[in-house]
């Protein structure tokens, strides 16, 4: 059964500042997903990452994969409020069915 | 990406009535999901909607209390049958194209 941890589940960051959130997940994949949460909303595709070493930016997001490891990371550079939203990682399983992560709150400060 | 609507976009229930989410792609999809968001919590999907034969349910559902129909490329209903305060959730359509994978606005459910 795949499992995917993400952490951690709560991030309170101030703006400017950098952090990453990490995407752990149990078994091989060839597919993962990085979405976004704001309150009250739908996901909102962040990135796709399809390979070992695949690396994606948009903004001051940046995201990457690591197959052998089983890991992604989530990085957020100089951050600013406008990214307070709910993170999650989803890894593609058989079927092309998702499981996701817990998800991160990030909470950007001023 | 495809443009994925949903209706409703929210709804209060009654225990032990039924509801029906549409959702509806405005091009054709290869493949369609159902996803279930409770309060506070990550996303868990319920089926893959299959186009012409029954939907594929993940551990934990069942057709009785979720059936889905597909009757074609670009729609599917999730029904939500003799509901409960525990059903009050977020439910989700989603659609894959090539890489990519998209949801729809969802729809929020409560249940009193």
Not at chain 1, 55 to 80: C, F, N, P, W, Y
Not at chain 2, 41 to 67: C, H, M, R, W
Request: hydrophobic share 35%.
């Amino acid at each position: 059964e795949l499992k995917v941890e993400q952490n951690p589940l709560f991030l309170s960051m101030q703006e400017g500042k950098n952090y990453t959130i990490y995407c752990n997940y149990s078994t091989t994949s060839d597919r993962l997903y990085w979405y976004r949460q704001d309150p009250g909303k739908s996901l909102e595709s962040l990135f796709v990452l399809l390979s070992n070493g695949a690396v994606k930016q948009e903004g001051r997001l940046m995201a990457s994969l690591d197959t052998k490891a089983r890991l992604s990371t989530l990085h957020i550079t100089a951050a600013v409020h406008d990214l307070s939203a709910t993170y999650f990682c989803a890894v593609a399983g058989s079927n092309y069915k998702l499981t996701f992560g817990k998800g991160t709150l990030l909470t950007v400060n001023p | 990406s495809a443009v994925i609507s949903q209706k409703p976009s929210r709804d209060i229930c009654q225990r032990g009535t039924s509801l029906t989410i549409q959702c509806q792609v405005d091009s054709q999809v290869t493949m369609m999901f159902w996803y279930r968001q409770q309060p506070g919590q990550s996303l868990t999907l319920i089926a893959t909607a299959n186009q012409g034969s029954e939907a594929t349910y993940e551990s934990g559902f069942v057709i009785d209390k979720f059936p889905i129909s597909r009757p074609n490329l670009t729609f599917s209903t999730l029904t939500v049958s003799n509901m409960s305060p525990e059903d009050s959730s977020i439910y989700l359509c989603s659609e894959r194209t090539s890489n990519e994978q998209f949801f729809g606005p969802g729809t929020r459910l409560t249940v009193l």
